[in-house]
């Protein structure tokens, strides 16, 4: 159970909570002219709304844009109580991105995984006012954001707004990533919304039902069946192993006089697939693709794709290669939407590829504005950027030398500064900290001068990893950031952070860290990775990854219709109906 318990966390810091059954009473203009009979009640009552104004008015503006995982789990965890909260997004519900690849293959049916966003805040203790609406700009200075309705413009009044804020917690996602490779957008399929899961199914079902006209030729069948995915992130990854099980467990026997004509096949311009993960999580993957017949094409960069064709250059041979096609699937990665890049100028970012935040999610050169999930990046900090000054804080009776000692007394807080240290460990086998103390020789010194020190800690930043844009990354920094959020005041009186080596006191928080994550590969095997070096494949990993899934929808209703998807699938197989 300890287990079972850990992996609940792996999208969230705690647990989803219950609905609540609320009663609401408020107090209106009309309400006080109907007890106008009374003086003394309407007395107490215009009291109470005075007050309730006043107080309303105390509390900070959070804005908060954007509804995916990042933005909904930090409003599910937010204590709505003490701020002022208000929401923008084009999209008017939330949508449980990790089964879009099981909608794509009708696993799980679209319906099953989205639920309407004010479903979801009208269950919190206070008011969110929610807006649909687009986010045009986002003006630093004045704490102003521009805002355009995305309703229908038939309907009367005006489509512009503008909110202010005293904090901002930019969480809008990000776009895809062409890379300005020609033919991307007009032959590919992309999967980033449920419309694309919708459009690739249909497309899926297509290709078969092309395959299997009289008068095509066994060269025509196989590139109508030959289903291509660029990308072997986590997306890209998940979507090819549920293919796969589409293809095998359930088209085949539909379409039987072209089962041994279909391919699948993965390009992917590294030199491993899933290169975020933990290097035997990929091997895992590549070596079980390999018996699923999957073709995994590594150090393979896209030059082109046409209608029918996709152009790649081999880095190992410096050759041009193509390829039939009766699909393609672009899944490398994500870019920065408009309104972000535009925000990245007016903060002195627009020389970097994606919005920088410090451990803490707050964007770097802003302290009251956040920015969570694909559209940011944590730009952790470097030991060895900090390293005089650990050195020095460390060094308390100033003698140009760390013992053993002082070395202990601030370990705890540079491994929670700076989780690149831990890891190092791990990797080197470390079991105790004053290891890393240790001479050439591995003999223990009872102390050392800088230069030792810093060639003692010179190899720990080659550990940092950035981190995957996953939902499971976007979850875990929205409950993080609520948190934080709800602690604001407290923390300033006793702040729970590790200790700051550059001058006196204490961070107000512990930094952001990344509670590991799961990737799905088909035939009812599942990998995950969690801190601690702590590695699961197989079979087991899968029945942990339902679980969690199922556990971790946003209500009793999703909850009700994926498990349904998932045993409606065990028993009867998936739908191959193309609507």
């Known amino acids: 159970m300890t287990n079972f318990s850990y992996f609940k966390r792996i999208f969230h810091g705690q647990h989803l909570s219950s609905p609540k059954l609320l009663v609401l009473c408020s107090l209106s203009s009309g309400g006080l002219i109907a007890y106008a009979d009374s003086p003394s009640d309407v007395v107490g009552e215009s009291k109470t709304s005075v007050n309730n104004q006043i107080e309303t008015k105390r509390r900070k503006r959070v804005l908060v844009l954007g509804t995916g995982w990042a933005g909904t789990s930090f ?227 896209v030059l082109s794709v046409s209608e029918r064709m996709i152009d790649m250059k081999a880095k190992s041979t410096g050759q041009n290669v193509s390829i039939p096609h009766g699909m393609v699937v672009w899944s490398t990665g994500v870019g920065t939407r408009p309104v972000v890049k535009d925000f990245m100028e007016q903060i002195g970012q627009g020389y970097r590829r994606v919005l920088a935040t410090d451990e803490w999610l707050r964007v770097k050169g802003c302290d009251d504005v956040y920015a969570l999930g694909d559209c940011a990046t944590v730009d952790q900090r470097k030991i060895m950027e900090d390293i005089s000054t650990i050195f020095e804080a460390a060094d308390k009776d100033n003698s140009g030398t760390l013992t053993v000692e002082e070395f202990k007394e601030v370990i705890e807080d540079i491994i929670i500064r700076y989780p690149q240290v831990e890891l190092y460990l791990k990797n080197k086998h470390l079991f105790d900290v004053t290891d890393l103390l240790k001479d050439v020789n591995g003999n223990d010194r009872e102390e050392v001068d800088i230069e030792g020190f810093k060639l003692a800690l010179s190899n720990v930043d080659k550990q940092m990893k950035s981190l995957p844009a996953t939902a499971q990354v976007a979850a875990q920094q929205g409950a993080y950031l609520a948190r934080c959020f709800n602690k604001r005041e407290k923390s300033k009186i006793e702040p729970e952070g590790p200790r700051k080596f550059g001058s006196d006191g204490r961070h107000d928080f512990r930094p952001f860290q990344h509670l590991g994550q799961f990737a799905p590969l088909g035939g009812e095997q599942t990998a995950a990775e969690l801190p601690g070096d702590w590695v699961s494949m197989g079979r087991s990993t899968q029945w942990l990854w339902y679980s969690i899934y199922a556990s971790k929808q946003v209500s009793w209703r999703t909850r009700f219709l994926v498990v349904g998807d998932w045993s409606r699938r065990f028993m009867f197989g998936r739908d191959s109906s193309r609507i």
Do not use: M
């Not at 991105?97 to 049916?109: A, F, K, N, R, W």
């Not at 109508?224 to 995915?229: A, K």
């Not at 660029?230 to 085949?252: I, R, S």
């Open 75 to 301: 409003l599910k965890d937010l204590d709505i109580s003490t701020y002022d909260v208000q929401v923008i997004s084009p999209r008017n519900y939330f949508a449980f991105t990790p089964l879009l690849p099981s909608v794509t293959c009708g696993t799980v049916d679209a319906r099953s995984i989205v639920e309407p966003i004010r479903n979801i805040i009208k269950k919190r203790d206070g008011e969110i006012k929610y807006w649909e609406a687009e986010c045009l700009k986002v003006d630093h200075e004045s704490k102003k954001v521009l805002c355009r309705s995305n309703i229908d413009s038939n309907l009367v009044g005006s489509n512009e707004f503008s909110l202010e804020y005293d904090y901002l917690v930019i969480a809008i996602g990000a776009q895809v990533n062409t890379f300005n490779t020609p033919g991307v957008l007009e032959h590919c399929h992309f999967l980033k919304e449920v419309e694309d899961a919708q459009r690739i199914r249909r497309t899926v079902i297509d290709c078969f039902e092309k395959a299997v006209i009289p008068g095509l030729t066994d060269e025509e069948r196989k590139t109508n069946l030959h289903f291509v995915i660029v990308g072997g992130g986590p997306t890209g990854v998940e979507f090819a192993a549920e293919l796969h099980d589409f293809v095998h467990e359930d088209l085949v026997n539909l379409y039987p006089s072209v089962k041994d004509l279909v391919s699948i096949s993965v390009i992917q311009s590294g030199d491993h697939i899933l290169n975020t993960f933990d290097e035997r999580i990929s091997s895992f993957a590549e070596e079980k693709f390999q018996r699923d017949a999957i073709q995994v094409l590594t150090g393979h960069r």
